[in-house]
């Protein structure tokens, strides 16, 4: 029992740098005790310092102290040596890795991880050459914080004291002597005050965050559905168009098929025909080839009873014939067939054009995400369109110029033609293109009153139904009193800056409309969020002058 209990006791007499009995033991002036070999290897790294400290207790000395030997501590440890006990195994070793902080005080070429760094010693420990904090009240007030490589990061660079005190008016960590210093008279707080603070933003952060992901990723899972079913649409499309397309071309086919039958059957017919009638004809020509040759030596004969005996018996054939006279047609024959066929290939080349046009169009709307909407005029200058005034549907007191791109407003009569697409009540005016995509123009605008609309093409062209804004049509107008938008008969007045330029932005899919004032900078005047179930024709009402501005 007594070895027990001096087998219990045996961490006294262990060097706390190479955690083995003491070899040599010395004192240092702040009682400590260490292997002379130990501390004077930790002394020998200090002395371009000029600093010395205590590996236990961090105690300074000035200069080096002269080391002194423990010649009880000596006389212990032999004693110890000579009964054959050995000091008690220290715990488990654990060495640093790469990318563990590694302890300060353990010497070797293998250092141990440290578990903790001191704040105010500046240096990282391990689990043994921790102890000191842990037993010694001057250490114990030590702030001990999780072993970290970045300790040099906590002390300020001008003061060399610890980083404790916030300063939110320059939004950076300082110790004590910086709030006396150039941060005297700013707004601070204890780095842990402001750890609170920030914490709570954190967490409005990350809720937000949150709410961020769980919104991404029902969108992910939306746009993943949309993606699949619009697969599944265009290969039903693809299919569906495949076989319509297919029922056509037999269709075609089978009508060349019933033009060439009808063709041959009439070549048949007439050839038919024509061969009874050749056959006929060579029968007939016989016959008048040998009368011709009777009736040739009869008028040669020089007997005068013979000629006349023969004479009534040739002279009572009939020359004529029941075969009627022959009248051939001109050399075409079936060329108007083949100018009928070519006429029909060239309608049908015309509608499929036409109507190609409408496909086309119908299968570029199709889309499975939104574009998201331009926010510069750099940005919606991408979608840029030309436009231009189609002159049949202008009022006859609307003059175009500048290749259709200018309208102005004047008292005399135009010379338009009469049509049923021209504006008779209102001085108003349509561009000939419909709009069924992403689109932006800017309009450069003079005069009392003009307005900027978009329209469906079957806006009322006559009587007081006819202004845009009051029917199928949205328009911006401005006045003297400034801006009015205008829809379906109401009107809401628009405020913003009165720009001479004014640019407009449709997105047909989207079913949004907006009109920007454009000047040095671009300010939106007011946007409509809507269901277009037409192309959209922009169009202008005035009392002055509108162009359409070259982009």
């Not at 660079?157 to 939004?171: F, I």
């Not at 030309?386 to 007191?397: G, I, K, M, S």
């Not at 135009?414 to 123009?441: A, I, K, M, N």
Request: hydrophobic share 30%.
């Amino acid at each position: 029992m007594a070895q027990q209990g001096v087998l219990l006791d045996q961490d006294q007499f262990c060097c706390s740098v190479c955690l083995d009995l003491l070899k040599e033991p010395v004192v240092i002036p702040c009682g400590h005790s260490y292997c002379r070999s130990c501390i004077e290897g930790c002394w020998d790294q200090d002395d371009l310092k000029g600093v010395y400290s205590c590996p236990q207790c961090r105690e300074t000395f000035t200069p080096r102290p002269n080391l002194r030997k423990n010649n009880m501590l000596a006389e212990v440890v032999e004693k110890l040596r000579k009964t054959g006990l050995q000091a008690a195994p220290p715990p488990a070793l654990c060495y640093a890795g790469p990318g563990d902080v590694v302890c300060d005080f353990c010497t070797g070429t293998r250092k141990q991880k440290a578990l903790m760094s001191c704040l105010a010693c500046l240096a990282s420990y391990c689990e043994t050459h921790l102890q000191s904090h842990y037993e010694f009240p001057a250490l114990k007030k030590h702030k001990l914080v999780k072993a970290t490589a970045q300790l040099q990061e906590k002390i300020c660079s001008h003061h060399d004291k610890l980083l404790e005190v916030y300063c939110r008016t320059d939004q950076q960590c300082i110790c004590y002597l910086c709030t006396m210093d150039e941060h005297k008279g700013h707004d601070t707080v204890s780095a842990a005050a402001e750890r609170t603070e920030k914490q709570r933003q954190l967490g409005m952060s990350q809720q937000k965050v949150q709410q961020r992901f769980q919104e991404r990723e029902k969108e992910l899972k939306e746009l993943q559905q949309a993606v699949e079913s619009f697969k599944l649409s265009a290969q039903s499309a693809v299919e569906d168009s495949d076989q319509i397309f297919t029922e056509l071309i037999r269709s075609i086919e089978r009508r060349s098929s019933e033009v060439k039958e009808l063709i041959r059957a009439q070549e048949k017919a007439q050839v038919s025909q024509a061969e009874g009638l050749l056959e006929q004809l060579k029968q007939e020509i016989a016959e008048l080839r040998k009368r011709s040759t009777e009736l040739e030596q009869l008028s040669h004969t020089e007997d005068h009873i013979h000629f006349l005996q023969s004479y009534q018996s040739l002279s009572s054939i009939s020359v004529s014939s029941d075969l009627p006279s022959i009248v051939v047609r001109p050399l075409q024959y079936f060329g108007d067939v083949s100018k009928t066929v070519s006429e029909l290939r060239e309608k049908l080349e015309d509608f499929l054009k036409g109507e190609w046009t409408k496909i086309s169009t119908t299968v570029n709307i199709v889309d499975v995400v939104l574009p998201p909407e331009p926010k510069t005029r750099e940005q919606l200058l991408q979608y840029s369109c030309q436009l231009t005034l189609d002159p049949n549907t202008a009022h006859t007191h609307l003059s175009l110029s500048e290749g259709n791109r200018k309208v102005t407003r004047t008292d005399q009569v135009q010379p338009y033609p009469d049509h049923p697409d021209r504006f008779t009540y209102y001085c108003q005016v349509l561009c000939r293109e419909g709009l069924s995509g992403c689109c932006y123009w800017e309009v450069e605008r003079t005069g009392v009153v003009v307005v900027i609309a978009v329209s469906y093409k079957d806006i009322s062209r006559t009587g007081t139904d006819s202004a845009f804004g009051d029917n199928k049509s949205w328009s911006l107008q401005y006045d003297s009193d400034g801006y009015c938008f205008r829809h379906n008969n109401v009107g809401t007045k628009v405020s913003g800056p009165q720009s001479s330029r004014v640019g407009v932005y449709l997105d047909h899919k989207a079913g949004t409309l907006s009109f920007y004032s454009v000047s040095d900078t671009m300010t939106l005047l007011h946007r409509v969020q809507t269901t277009f179930t037409q192309p959209l024709y922009p169009g202008f009402g005035l009392d002055g002058t509108a162009e359409l501005v070259k982009l």
